[in-house]
């Protein structure tokens, strides 16, 4: 089963079954008790992995870059493509080759969707998808299967809310992909008319028989809920800033609408970083699941890259 991870692209949640996703959780599981006892790794010693980040990221590049240290390996890379030879007028797909010459995997962020897969096809080595513009974002979609799994102890038969931007949001469509891969899970896409999913998502979830419904409002929906995954509308992705203007600050998850209208055992989820979607009091109540999300990235990018290299252990 593990064999199937070994030398794969990482582009899109869709390329992935769910025995996979048990041979990574199962994997997962086992690194974050190795976090939790402080026990070293050498694991991937002498491997190098490049971290190509074209966009701005905190959580992504940071994880991939502690999961790769915990398990023994070096990292190079960079955070943005000034300071590179892009600067100089060399291209994209020299970059790639250069990267793909220095090491064994290369995990790349770009703003434009098909980057990845574009970097795939020329690299010889493994790449893995960070986020490529509004498109993918697969291993945040693992840890946010894995986290649901973690914290309710399974993936089936549970009320999932997704909410935001689901037009532009590169995590919330990997989501909703990802959570469809359990059939027995019912969808609440929540979002203002214009930030409805788009008509690509819509016709794999038709395709998969997904049963989903469509609402603007939360409130009428937020006491049906045992999960609900919050996302930041994406202003840089807006083609006309007007357009992000009429959308802004539209809605917010709070402590009091919790509190009054949500199951007790409701976990709130975001990929994060937040803006203003979620109020702070929210942190402190026992709702709030984001953060240790954010903390299951290591452990999920660490079994992500070993299965990769085919050397899990
Ligand atoms: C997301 C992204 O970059 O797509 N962040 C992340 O990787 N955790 C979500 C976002 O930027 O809103």
């Not at 006892?37 to 980040?53: C, D, K, M, Q, Y």
């Amino acid at each position: 089963m593990h064999g199937s991870w070994k030398g794969r692209d990482v582009i899109s949640i869709l390329d992935f079954s769910r025995d996979d996703l048990d041979a990574l959780y199962y994997l997962a599981d086992k690194y974050l008790e190795k976090i939790q006892n402080a026990t070293p790794l050498r694991t991937l010693e002498g491997f190098v992995i490049s971290l190509a980040f074209f966009e701005p990221s905190t959580r992504t590049r940071m994880s991939f870059e502690t999961a790769a240290k915990r398990l023994g390996a070096g990292v190079i890379g960079f955070t943005a493509a000034a300071g590179t030879s892009l600067e100089k007028g060399e291209s994209y797909a020299d970059t790639i080759r250069m990267l793909d010459g220095y090491s064994d995997l290369i995990v790349l962020r770009h703003k434009y969707e098909g980057a990845a897969r574009f970097a795939a096809e020329i690299a010889k080595h493994p790449v893995v998808n960070g986020g490529d513009g509004k498109q993918h974002h697969p291993t945040q979609a693992f840890i946010d299967l894995y986290t649901i799994r973690r914290l309710k102890e399974r993936l089936e038969g549970l009320n999932i809310g997704v909410l935001g931007d689901l037009r532009y949001g590169r995590a919330a469509n990997s989501f909703i992909l990802g959570t469809a891969l359990y059939r027995t899970n019912t969808l609440y896409l929540i979002s203002p008319p214009q930030l409805r999913m788009r008509d690509e998502t819509r016709i794999i979830l038709e395709d998969l028989g997904v049963r989903f419904y469509e609402t603007e409002s939360l409130e009428d929906v937020v006491s049906d809920l045992d999960v609900l995954y919050v996302t930041r509308i994406q202003k840089e992705r807006f083609p006309d800033l007007s357009e992000y203007e009429k959308v802004k600050g539209s809605y917010r998850v709070t402590r009091r609408l919790l509190e009054t209208r949500a199951k007790p055992d409701l976990i709130v989820m975001h990929p994060l970083p937040r803006v203003d979607e979620i109020s702070y009091d929210v942190d402190d109540t026992r709702y709030q699941a984001y953060f240790k999300q954010a903390y299951y990235g290591v452990p999920v990018r660490m079994a992500v890259l070993s299965l990769v290299l085919g050397k899990e252990g």
